[in-house]
């Protein structure tokens, strides 16, 4: 089974910042990696498909890049909406989730 | 507008089998190439992908969870249904529904249900 390895597990952030969140698969899937996003009590919520397209709706500061093993989630400029927790999830082989990064507030 | 419904008991006695059912509203289920899938989330915890059935029928299932998950479809009511036996009380979690989707050649979790939480205690 593909592993996927998220860090930081969690980071504090200040409004503005840019913040990076990685993700690193036990091999090589290609681009099929998608971004998700979840806040308190809610479903996760699609970000980011095939490592960097992003979802019709999204705002653009989000972005992902990434091929093979090593991928990244950006937020350009971190809004007071953005804190939330951000998994990773392959759709390589089946699925798997990374373990999440929680971004709190600085 | 695709919607997702999970349903069935809060509450799971250890070793029995919990039981749930997405129901899909604002689309047919037999339609289109989707995965209709489950995914579960200890509290606290991350979120751990259990299994999808495809349009077709075919099933593939998270290979930790494989001897005791099934996933089945009932067209009839355009639902689709989780099985998971021999529960305990790692079991325990918020259990979601969703529809995988194909957007090119990648496949992304666009839909969800709202979860339900299962609890399994005697």
């Known amino acids: 089974a593909i592993q996927m390895t998220q860090s930081p597990s969690s980071l504090s952030a200040s409004v503005g910042d840019r913040v990076t969140i990685t993700c690193r698969a036990s091999?090589?899937?290609?681009?099929?990696l998608g971004w998700y996003q979840q806040k308190p009590g809610k479903a996760p919520k699609l970000l980011i498909y095939?490592?960097?397209s992003l979802q019709s709706g999204v705002p653009s500061r989000f972005s992902g890049s990434g091929s093979g093993t090593d991928f990244t989630l950006t937020i350009s400029s971190l809004q007071p909406e953005d804190f939330a927790t951000y998994y990773c999830?392959?759709?390589?082989?089946?699925?798997?989730f990374g373990q999440g990064t929680k971004v709190e507030i600085k | 507008q695709v919607q997702l419904q999970e349903s069935g008991p809060g509450l799971v006695k250890p070793s029995q089998t919990l039981s749930l059912t997405c129901t899909v509203s604002?689309?047919?289920?037999?339609?289109?190439?989707?995965?209709w899938s489950w995914i579960r989330q200890p509290a606290g915890k991350g979120l751990e992908w259990i299994g999808r059935?495809?349009?077709?029928?075919?099933?593939n299932y998270n290979p930790s969870l494989k001897s005791r998950v099934t996933i089945s479809v009932d067209t009839s009511k355009n639902q689709f249904s989780l099985k998971l036996s021999s529960v305990t009380a790692a079991d325990t979690a918020v259990y979601y529904c969703?529809?995988?989707?194909?957007?090119?050649?990648?496949?992304?979790?666009?839909?969800w249900g709202q979860g339900t939480l299962v609890t399994v205690s005697s």
């Open positions: 095939a490592a960097s």
């Open positions: 969703a529809r995988d989707e194909y957007y090119g050649d990648s496949l992304g979790l666009f839909y």
């Open positions: 091999q090589g899937i290609r681009n099929d």
């Open positions: 999830l392959q759709d390589y082989n089946y699925r798997t």
């Open positions: 059935i495809y349009t077709s029928g075919s099933t």
């Open positions: 604002g689309g047919s289920i037999s339609s289109g190439s989707y995965y």
